[in-house]
């Protein structure tokens, strides 16, 4: 280990204390596990390996996560440190830590775990992890794709790390992370600015989603950080449940639920495009152009039945790809190919020149049978920082109307290698979703003149029908995109007092929510609410 790196794993601390309450299932369900345990079988990321390393807290050097506190048998983890590594526990290495053990019932741990049935779990020191594996000059493949990292660096004063340190955090993960398709999914802390590793380009930065934990923009270069907010009281916390997701797409989408393309499906950029865009937006969320992300929600909540439905929307390609002169307007080009899914997925290249600048076209015929129907539109693009590079290549994301060329919405940050797109109140019509690429020449103006990413999108109206049902009556509204409540009320004279009161929770039946209204219930009108 070099002197950069033993200064650098000095600086580890705790997100939090060492114990929180147990999991509610209303965890669960927030976060969209319970529906998706619904509607498929056996997503609980089955076969995929996962990590976790853990720190002491307080100057305590405990860092080992129990069997026995998770319901899991001996020899599921392997404890690793510089003083070797076992499957044994309890064991000459360390002792178990409250808070490891609570990190992990969230991640993987029975019977309430996002990710209950991952195969096997590397459970680090995280000095050791740092300063052995991320920053070791020929860093070893831990063949572990998704890494939980509940634990910030700080300086040795507690305060905020520097933005020399920073870079030098980032850069290190975000090279091992392009390098091995490794997914790191980190905390962002519990206060003031995003520390790192939340930072890293190529990894998930986790907060919490009453917007109590840390923020953006990053100190570096304003970046939007954290990606994606999930419940709990820390960030030490809500991160498992991000990490236990993306090993749960992971797991779907090599099993072949994105379609055959599983290799692209299971992609680190894939996984977390379909994170970022299956996420419900909170109450109070908003970007300032061109951030791609809200300052403390990030996409929002996460919701990874969301994700797996667009992940099962399948991969489809673009339309057609052409260029322009750099810097010219790059408005649709009158192509009349059309995207067959209003929710899925791609996994692609974009290639400009030293003149051009690149854009691969996606077109889309947004309507249903319902005349006055609007939509709601999210598209998430994202691409590493690539290995060994300081800077990244310049991508955008536009959406125009067709129908007249006029620009709808667009994500243009200079500094993000996400952009993100969101129009609530989307008219019915055909649109050119765009991914658009800077040219010019590598090494000078862009890092490369080719890049991979990953799209995914949704469009989506939900309608509330009601029927009879004998002598009573049935509300019904698609069971996807989740995130919806319906609401009554007697009468529609201001002040209206929309309420749930009066309605019993949702009944799941064929890929519906239903609702029985008993004869009594006096309400007449109905609607749904995204809170």
Known sequence: MNNLSKRKAALILFLAGFFVAPLCASNLDTVGVTLLREVTTNVDGTGIFVAQPEAG????????????????????????SSNGSTTNFPNSLSSESGHADSVAGNFYGMPDGVATNVAHVDNYDADYFYGSIITSPTPPNINDPVVN??????????????VSDEQAIDSAYDDYAAQFNTL???????????????????????????????????IDNGRCKPDIIAPDGATSFSTPFVAGAAAVLMQAGLRGDGGSDTNSAADIRTVKALLLNGAIKPPGWTNFPPEPLDTNYGAGVLNVFNSYEQLAGGKHGYVV???????????????????SVLNGWDFNTNTSDIFDDAINHYYFNVTNTSDNATFTATATLVWNRQQSQTNINNLDLFLYNCANSNLVACSTSLVDNVEQIFVPQLPQGRYDLQVWKAGGIPDLTIVSSSEIYALAWEFFSVPLNIAPSGTNAVLTWPVYPAGFVAESTTNLISPIVWSTNNLPPPVFT???????????????FFRLYQP
């Open 184 to 218: 790191f999914v980190s905390g962002a802390g519990n206060g003031g600015v995003v520390n790192p590793p939340a930072t890293c380009y190529n990894g998930i930065g986790v907060g919490v989603s009453d917007g109590s934990s840390s923020y953006g923009p990053t």
């Open 57 to 80: 807290y307080d100057q305590v050097t405990n860092w080992e996560v129990s069997p026995v506190a998770i319901s899991r048998p001996i020899g599921f983890l392997t404890f690793i």
């Open 510 to 524: 064929n890929n519906q929510n239903c609702i029985l209204l008993g004869a009594t219930n006096e309400d007449e």
């Open 149 to 162: 990292q509940s634990f910030i660096f700080t300086e040795s004063d507690d305060s905020h790390a520097t």
């Open 321 to 339: 790809s052409a260029t322009v002169p750099s810097g010219n307007a790059h408005p649709p080009t009158g192509d009349t190919g059309t995207i």
